[in-house]
T-cell receptor
Framework: DTEVTQTPKHLVMGMTNKKSLKCEQH?????MYWYKQKAKKPPELMFV???????INESVPSRFSPECPNSSLLNLHLHALQPEDSALYLC????????????FGPGTRLTVT | KQEVTQIPAALSVPEGENLVLNCSFT??????LQWFRQDPGKGLTSLLL?????REQTSGRLNASLDKSSGRSTLYIAASQPGDSATYLC?????????FGTGTRLTVIP
């Protein structure tokens, strides 16, 4: 199984809402990633978790809060977002964080109104 | 600044043609080079991964090459099909990150 799943597929939220994005993999990978992709742009790294510990935060605003409850799950908690945060949020995993092949999920299309 | 550039930005070819997509990168500290396909509004599908010690990888009609000394990778697609229409992204693998190119939008005309 080389699948990374993400829920929900689509999310519309107001600027005062709190919501969460979920990512799951069962490949035994120990590194998981969140990327943000704006329309017609390449994905940009937000966070990296290695062995369930946050190893990289690419200066992401605190209104985005990642969580890795176990080695298979990665969440992204959202609070007080801005309309410019609307984007496709992609989760990925790899065997380890040391330059291994990354497998991506289908993404969550987020719209902030 | 670590830059990854893809040329051309868009490409239209008739069905059956062979084609080459280009990727160049400025940082020689490369762990691997990964090629992805992305359909509109969808996630990324990994096509080929070339480790830094390798020079090429093949999968079906796809062949990717890597030349670290010149900072270039190419993706060769043989006998293109309408189903190949998508955006193709290359990504330079660093220690903890992928640095993506801007992509080439490919249209294969039946």
């Amino acid at each position: 199984d080389t699948e990374v799943t993400q829920t929900p597929k689509h999310l519309v939220m107001g600027m005062t809402n709190k919501k969460s994005l979920k990512c799951e993999q069962h490949m035994g990978h120990r590194a998981m990633y969140w990327y943000k992709q704006k329309a017609k742009k390449p994905p940009e790294l937000m966070f990296v978790y290695s062995y369930e510990k946050l190893s990289i935060n690419e200066s992401v605003p605190s209104r985005f809060s990642p969580e890795c409850p176990n080695s298979s799950l990665l969440n992204l908690h959202l609070h007080a977002l801005q309309p410019e945060d609307s984007a496709l949020y992609l989760c990925a995993s790899s065997h380890t964080s040391g330059g291994g092949e990354q497998y991506f999920g289908p993404g969550t299309r987020l719209t902030v109104t | 600044k670590q830059e990854v550039t893809q040329i051309p930005a868009a490409l239209s070819v008739p069905e059956g043609e062979n084609l080459v997509l280009n990727c160049s990168f400025t940082d020689s500290a490369i762990y691997n080079l990964q090629w992805f396909r992305q359909d509109p509004g969808k996630g990324l599908t990994s096509l080929l991964l070339i480790q830094s010690s390798q020079r090429e990888q093949t999968s079906g009609r796809l062949n990717a090459s890597l030349d670290k000394s010149s900072g270039r990778s190419t993706l060769y697609i043989a006998a293109s099909q309408p189903g190949d229409s998508a955006t193709y992204l290359c990504a330079r693998g660093g220690a903890n990150n992928l640095f993506f190119g801007t992509g080439t939008r490919l249209t294969v005309i039946p």
